[in-house]
């Protein structure tokens, strides 16, 4: 079946980095379009990166433009989330998402404070 799990969270100051991972299995990864998604405390959950398959297609949220990018590699089935410049706004649990169906990890952590 299909497994996402994530990795790659925790607490960073404002203007740190951290790199999200996410391992895929139970599918062929290289056909399928990535997301990483947030979820703000007491909002709803919000795209912030899209990657296609092969990875020549990327879009981001306006407010993570230019701080985080996104990446893949078809051969380890990962999808990564760099992120830099970070934020206290960007505190949230992340989630890694194949688009088709909709199938969603367990999330992980990220808590920008000082």
């Known amino acids: 079946q299909v497994q996402l799990v994530e990795s790659g969270g925790g607490l960073v100051q404002p203007g740190g980095s951290l790199r999200l991972s996410c391992a895929a299995s139970?599918?062929?990864?290289?056909?399928?379009?990535m997301r990483w998604d947030r979820q703000l405390p007491g909002k709803q959950r919000e795209s912030v990166a899209t990657i296609s398959s092969s990875g020549d297609k990327l879009t981001y949220a306006a407010s993570v433009k230019g701080r985080f990018t996104i990446s893949r590699d078809n051969v380890k089935n990962t999808v990564d989330l760099q992120m830099n410049s970070l934020k206290p706004e960007d505190t949230a649990v992340y989630f890694c998402?194949?688009?088709?169906?909709?199938?969603w990890g367990q999330g992980t952590q990220v808590t920008v404070s000082s």
């Open positions: 139970g599918f062929t990864f290289s056909m399928y379009t």
């Open positions: 998402v194949r688009t088709l169906g909709n199938y």
